[in-house]
T-cell receptor, first 110, second 110 residues
Framework: NAGVTQTPKFQVLKTGQSMTLQCAQD?????MSWYRQDPGMGLRLIHY???????DQGEVPNGYNVSRSTTEDFPLRLLSAAPSQTSVYFC?????????FGPGTRLLVL | GQQVMQIPQYQHVQEGEDFTTYCNSS?????IQWYKQRPGGHPVFLIQ?????EVKKQKRLTFQFGEAKKNSSLHITATQTTDVGTYFC??????????FGIGTKLQVIP
């Protein structure tokens, strides 16, 4: 099992550009989540999904969209990047009480 | 959602000394989770506590959940350089919506 994978590892965007952060898991987990991590603020939940076709907003959803067409994939879309979205993004999936994180994507918005 | 305050934010210890981080809430928590994040890495799930007064051990790590389920602690006995990282507490709500504390960054001086 590869676990939770994320691409790209690093990305630089200009303000106003759009992009999709990819997340995939091969553990057949129903629950998946996206977080952003900023210095001094811990991790904050952006969006989550409880299964294919079902998504919902977390604590900081503005500026981000998600979809869940398959159990394996949970992409995060930035429609119009802003400097405030400079952060490290983590995707995670759940098995019972254990949450497994991907390696993260470092995003810089200029 | 349920909020948690974590202290201290930073801690430097000599190798071999003990270390404790605390997580507090003004409301009763349904559960508490603990994660470790190495520098440059991703969060790794350590444990979940759900019962009032629960104590669990993992080698040199001791996790406690308060009797009133409003606080929790993580204690590391005889720290080693491999313990370096940031330790987060978190609360998992319905549908695995997780709220993280800001973390305690531990530095171990050899």
């Amino acid at each position: 099992n590869a676990g939770v994978t994320q691409t790209p590892k690093f990305q630089v965007l200009k303000t106003g550009q759009s992009m999709t952060l990819q997340c995939a898991q091969d553990m057949n987990h129903e629950y998946m989540s996206w977080y952003r991590q900023d210095p001094g603020m811990g991790l904050r939940l952006i969006h989550y999904s409880v299964g294919a076709g079902i998504t919902d907003q977390g604590e900081v959803p503005n500026g981000y969209n998600v979809s869940r067409s398959t159990t394996e994939d949970f992409p995060l879309r930035l429609l119009s990047a802003a400097p405030s979205q400079t952060s490290v993004y983590f995707c995670a999936s759940w098995e019972q009480e254990t949450q497994y994180f991907g390696p993260g994507t470092r995003l810089l918005v200029l | 959602g349920q909020q948690v305050m974590q202290i201290p934010q930073y801690q430097h210890v000599q190798e071999g000394e003990d270390f404790t981080t605390y997580c507090n809430s003004s409301t009763t928590l349904s559960n508490i989770q603990w994660y470790k994040q190495r520098p440059g890495g991703h969060p790794v799930f350590l444990i979940q506590l759900v019962k009032s007064g629960e104590v669990k051990k993992q080698k040199r790590l001791t996790f406690q959940f308060g009797e009133a389920k409003k606080n929790s602690s993580l204690h590391i006995t005889a720290t080693q350089t491999t313990d370096v990282g940031t330790y987060f507490c978190a609360v998992s709500g319905g549908y695995q919506k997780v709220t993280f504390g800001i973390g305690t960054k531990l530095q171990v001086i050899p």
